[in-house]
């Protein structure tokens, strides 16, 4: 069953006016360019946080905003209840959950979300490293990218045991305007794994269809006023499409991470079989476009269009 949970003014950051609400400690790996505001919201909503990065100096803001900054995830993790992954990768979070300074064997009992998007595989893999070590694991990925994460906007792809819900819906209504419940742990992810098929698909077809109206002669500008005034136009492609003609490819999602999430949605479809056509087509040239541009954003893909 699919329940939405959309978070009511009384519910943000701000309106709780720094009042802590009867939650665990948090702890927080990963303030990257999703991590950072995430966590920073968590702070202003009140949340008591532990946090963690690879780069110390990216988590050091999080202290100015009340967290204790930790050394390791191990350290984090130290007296919190729930404790939150957002890191690029699979293998990046499964070192912080099993390596040398993991969290996981040093806490049975601990909630885990997992937040970042790291595919069908690794989630089902970290789910059962997580109950081998008596670990709650809530597979939790996240719509929306840098604006969002900061607005406190992101909509929550929450799937995992119906009882952790009352705990963790305030913590998702801090970071995101809506959770959706979808099922048993995995379940996120797979949702997950189809709204980045889609996007990366959409990113596609705006870079081609820019290109192309350059080689009819055609301003790509006025195509995306025409596209803009026809229900063709999504906000998102509108925007990426503007950025595109704009050169501006200031990251706001990475290609790096887009072409892994293609990558992962095309493994996905070949487990069960299948095919997705469209995204196997345009990985080898967003994977020559990530060579020189991997940490910018995803519209760069106009750059080889
Ligand atoms: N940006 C978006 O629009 C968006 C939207 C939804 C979901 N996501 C997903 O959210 C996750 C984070 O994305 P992001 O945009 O925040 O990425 P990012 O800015 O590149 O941050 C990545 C984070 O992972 C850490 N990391 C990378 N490799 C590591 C390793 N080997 N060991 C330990 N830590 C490592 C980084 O630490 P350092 O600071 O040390 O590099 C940083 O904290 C990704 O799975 C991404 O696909 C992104």
């Not at 929450?158 to 742990?185: E, H, I, M």
Request: glycine share 10%; charged share 15%.
């Amino acid at each position: 069953m699919t329940t939405t949970q959309t978070t009511s003014p009384a519910n943000t950051p701000a309106s709780l006016g720094g009042r802590a609400p009867k939650t665990p400690v948090i702890a927080f790996l990963g303030t990257g360019r999703m991590g950072g505001p995430m966590a920073v919201n968590l702070a202003r909503g009140g949340f008591q946080l532990r946090v963690w990065n690879r780069t110390s100096s990216r988590a050091a803001a999080l202290a100015g905003h009340g967290a204790f900054v930790a050394h390791t995830p191990a350290e984090a993790a130290q007296s919190a209840g729930i404790l939150i992954t957002m890191l690029a990768d699979g293998p990046a979070t499964e070192r912080a959950a099993n390596g040398p300074d993991g969290f996981l064997a040093r806490c049975p009992g601990l909630i885990w979300v997992q937040m970042a998007t790291i595919g069908a595989r690794w989630s089902a893999q970290l789910a059962v490293a997580a109950a081998r070590h008596g670990v709650t694991f809530v597979d939790a990925p996240v719509s929306g990218s840098q604006g969002p994460a900061e607005a406190g906007q992101l909509i929550i792809l929450a799937s995992g045991p119906d009882r952790v819900r009352d705990v963790l819906n305030p913590v998702f209504g801090a970071l995101g305007r809506a959770t959706v419940w979808l099922g048993p742990a995995g379940d996120g992810t797979r949702a997950k794994l189809v709204l980045n098929s889609w996007l990366v698909d959409l990113v596609e077809a705006t870079a081609e269809a820019l290109s192309f109206a350059g080689r009819l002669g055609l301003d790509p500008a006025s195509i995306v006023e025409l596209l803009q005034s026809t229900p063709l136009g999504s906000p998102y492609a509108v925007q990426k499409a503007t950025a595109m003609l704009a050169g501006d490819f200031t990251p706001a999602f990475a290609l790096k991470h887009a072409v892994k999430d293609a990558e992962l949605a095309v493994q996905a479809a070949y487990g069960l079989g299948t095919h997705l056509p469209l995204t196997e087509a345009l990985l080898p040239r967003w994977r020559h476009t990530a060579l020189e541009h991997a940490d910018d954003d995803l519209s760069a893909v106009y750059i080889t269009a």
